[in-house]
């Protein structure tokens, strides 16, 4: 029995780190997408925001199990440091404030309910919260309010477009039969 938990543990782990990598792959790729953006228009560099939510909701919708988010958003901001080793800190930051935002909802439910709104609630939450920060941050009064009326949605909703591709990639791993055994 001893042996059984101790290789669904290392499965789990690496399928954290499998799905940490392949994310940290995509948001350090981002994250020079995100520096043009803000130097050509910035009024678009919202949308980038998102990916940082994509590993944490794969590992936490298709493994189901506490920590997951996490533990995969630690691991792709690591990795995303390997391609902008500048950006450590807060690719490590952002992961695990991402991670904890994802699964606070599940936590308050003591990980007994697993509805996909749940998910959503956390992305709208943690955009909204961006959001409010970056126009505080940046000064938002200095700005014509026609940038704002684009940008603040594009914050806002940029973790709930990548929490649903984020479902959605962890159904099809799902169907595929990757998670099999693993909750």
């Known amino acids: 029995m001893a042996s059984r938990t101790s290789s669904t543990s290392t499965r ?6 499998a799905i940490g990598v392949a994310g940290g792959v995509v948001a350090g790729g981002s994250g020079y997408l995100a520096l043009v953006l803000a130097a050509i228009s910035p009024v678009f560099y919202g949308i980038t925001i998102g990916v940082h939510f994509l590993p944490s909701v794969v590992a936490f919708a298709l493994l189901r199990r506490p ?5 995969a958003g630690l691991i792709a901001g690591l990795v995303g440091a390997v391609f902008a ?11 695990l404030l991402v ?12 990980y ?6 749940m998910f959503y609630l ?9 959001a409010v920060v970056v126009f505080v941050a940046l000064g938002g009064e200095h700005f ?3 940038m704002w009326a684009i940008a603040l949605p594009l914050y806002a909703g940029s973790p709930a477009l990548f929490t649903w591709l984020g479902r959605l990639i962890a159904n099809r791993l799902e169907q595929a039969g990757v998670a099999r055994g693993l909750r």
């Not at 991670?99 to 003591?110: A, K, N, S, Y």
């Not at 956390?122 to 961006?130: F, K, L, R, S, T």
């Open 12 to 17: 789990i782990l690496l399928s954290c780190a």
């Open 67 to 71: 920590g997951t988010a996490l533990l």
């Open 85 to 95: 080793p500048h950006w450590l800190p807060r690719l490590i930051g952002t992961a």
């Open 99 to 110: 991670g904890g935002l994802i699964e606070l909802p599940f936590l308050v439910t003591r």
């Open 112 to 117: 007994k309910r697993w509805d996909a709104w």
């Open 122 to 130: 956390a992305a709208i939450v943690a955009g909204v919260g961006i």
């Open 144 to 146: 014509p309010l026609w």
